[in-house]
């Protein structure tokens, strides 16, 4: 019998056939949009929305028909970080209780997250608006780009909590993205990027309009849904894992990549098409 992704797929979620518990999760054809949605207290996570959102990442590596997913948040946030009565005060128990093994648990816990985000084959746009901060920063910063809004306020503000900036992987993956000097500042100080200077040291690929900026993101992500996505998925692997190599290994990564990819239906595909002067229709495969 040939085996089917089902067959390798955790048991737990289907991300072709679900309903979120913890978040909203819709699908438009080949778009996935995940959206925070406690608004009245500006979309704090929570210990199970942290681990309802890892393991829906871990387990889009297996969906069949998902190529790009958009993280949103309601109401005009984004993410305002952790609970600070669900997550906070219980962290708070736990160090007073002197349990290290409790409070690592945690801290590895919201990492994975990060893990299965980078892991996942499908490119992730954040659109961000209003409050994006703490855990919800980092979230903002693992997706593969970010559109933002001129009043949305971007902050690493764990410093402010008595915490180190290292956090989740923001001491790796900040500075690849807006230089060493400035991630440095931010993470230090815990304070705010507006719009205007997110997008100007590179944290956002693009300003928007409010109004706009989630659907501006479900676009891009419908594009990139279009193409290859077995490409895209190699793409966004070999970002990841040549940040750890040198030039060498990753020329040699992207030779072996590349020839890979031109075993695909796809590559075929687009040659077909460019002979016969039409667009090429890409099945991910």
């Known amino acids: 019998m040939t085996p089917t ?3 390798f797929r955790p048991d737990g979620i289907d991300p072709d056939h679900y309903t979120a518990r913890h978040f909203g999760w819709q699908v438009d054809g080949k778009v996935a949009t995940i959206t925070l949605n406690r608004p009245d207290r500006k979309n704090p996570l929570t210990f199970q929305s942290y681990a309802e959102l890892r393991d829906l990442f871990r387990n889009l590596t297996y969906s069949k028909t998902i190529r790009s997913v958009v993280v949103t948040g309601a ?10 009565h669900e997550i906070i005060g219980p962290l708070v128990d736990l160090q007073r209780a002197d349990d290290m093994a409790g409070l690592l648990a945690f ?3 919201t990492g994975d997250l990060v893990k299965a985000m980078r892991a996942a ?3 992730i746009i954040a659109a961000v608006d209003g409050i994006c901060a703490g855990a919800g920063a980092i979230i903002a910063m693992a997706a593969d780009m970010r559109f933002g809004t001129a009043a949305s306020k971007v902050a690493f503000l764990f410093v402010r ?6 956090d989740m992987g ?4 900040l500075p690849r993205l807006i230089g060493a000097g400035r991630a440095a500042e931010l993470l230090y ?12 040291w590179g944290f956002y690929n693009r300003l928007c309009e409010a109004q706009s900026v989630v659907s501006e993101a479900q676009s891009m992500a419908a594009t990139l849904a279009a193409g290859p996505s077995f490409a895209h998925a190699m793409t966004k692997r070999c970002i990841h894992q040549e940040w750890s190599m040198g030039i060498d290994d990753a020329i040699e990564a992207e030779a072996q990549a590349q020839a890979i990819c031109m075993q695909t239906r796809d590559f075929e595909r687009a040659y077909l098409a460019f002979v016969n ?4 229709v890409f099945e991910g495969n």
């Open 5 to 7: 992704t089902d067959q």
């Open 75 to 84: 109401g005009g946030n984004f993410c305002s970080g952790g609970d600070v």
């Open 107 to 109: 801290t590895r816990m």
């Open 121 to 123: 084959p499908q490119p």
């Open 161 to 166: 909590v008595g915490l180190a900036g290292a």
């Open 170 to 173: 923001a001491c790796n993956i």
């Open 189 to 200: 100080t815990g304070r705010a990027m507006d719009g205007a200077e997110a997008e100007r």
């Open 277 to 280: 002067k039409q667009k090429p």
